[in-house]
């Protein structure tokens, strides 16, 4: 008899062993569930790297007495076989049904507590990870201090946009986005510095939006803003074959006036707006950042 015809014979008779199968089957397809979805949200950059890598961990180091356990389950059928060969009787095995139980309860509340951290932080509240496209590659822009500020390279929209970003910014938290945009609307992403008083501010929309509409949008969006803000200036220019719509206005905030350098192009005929905003105090200083960080956008070509 061969192990093949062993294993099917104790199936049959629906052996202990055997019931360690479907159990196995059943941890492995959970375990792909998991770990298939956390793959997915941080390959499409909704979820940062190193979150990811954690929960993977945590994921993997539930199943590992699984894995062992199906390891020496192989090497048990192995020997039953020999034993039923030999002694033309099988062994007594109670199998070890209870703790693949242990492991899959284990593994879904492990997934259901890893959901209820990612779904409201990275998914509902629209938080997503802003890729660096190479962090050897820096650029440097002098404010009117004389402060030199580092940039790198970030990609926006699935790398269908870049924008040279200061170094000592980070990306708000949910809870912090969620305190600055409390009427909704939260931006897809905002890098800031540690104060929270200089942003760029990206929102990849899903409005439609040609190239030939920017001229007229900017001409709505200018007349719009004049009713609560200060309009410094307005334009449109073109880059890479894209209408760039460009205003500069001052708009009030609770506490103090912000200083905001804005552009709208389309990407994909769908409207993409970016933003570098400071508090008024704080625009002699950094409004040439403002200008370097705006002008920075390039294309994926």
Request: hydrophobic share 40%; proline share 3%.
């Amino acid at each position: 008899m061969t192990i093949k015809e062993f294993k099917k014979m104790l199936k049959k008779q629906n052996h202990p062993i055997m019931k360690e199968t479907l159990w196995m089957l059943i941890i492995t397809i959970v375990y792909i569930i998991g770990l298939g979805s956390l793959l997915y949200l941080q390959l499409n950059k909704i979820l940062p790297a190193t979150i990811s890598l954690i929960f993977i961990v945590i994921l993997i180091l539930i199943a590992i007495p699984a894995m062992i356990s199906d390891l020496k389950r192989d090497k048990k059928l192995k020997q039953m076989h020999l034993y039923y060969l030999k002694e033309d009787k099988l062994p007594e095995e109670k199998g070890n049904v209870k703790m693949l139980q242990m492991v899959l309860v284990s593994l879904i509340v492990a997934i259901v507590l890893i959901s209820c951290y990612i779904v409201p932080k990275y998914i509902l509240s629209g938080e997503k990870e802003v890729i660096k496209k190479n962090n050897k590659e820096t650029f440097e822009v002098t404010r009117n201090d004389g402060v030199v500020i580092k940039t790198e390279y970030y990609t926006f929209d699935n790398d269908n946009f870049y924008l040279k970003i200061p170094e000592e910014f980070n990306s708000m938290s949910s809870d912090l986005l969620n305190v600055k945009y409390p009427n909704g609307n939260v931006p897809t992403y905002v890098l800031t510095n540690d104060e929270t008083t200089i942003n760029v501010v990206v929102n990849v929309t899903k409005d439609k939006m040609n190239n030939e509409s920017i001229t007229p949008f900017l001409e709505n969006m200018k007349q719009t803003l004049s009713t609560s803000s200060k309009i410094i200036e307005s334009n449109v220019y073109e880059k890479e074959n894209h209408n760039i719509g460009e205003i500069k206005f001052i708009s009030k905030a609770v506490d103090t006036d912000i200083y905001n350098h804005m552009i709208i192009f389309s990407v994909d005929d769908t409207l993409r707006i970016v933003s570098f905003n400071c508090t008024k105090k704080l625009k002699d200083n950094w409004e040439s950042v403002g200008e370097f960080v705006i002008d920075s956008l390039t294309f994926r070509k």
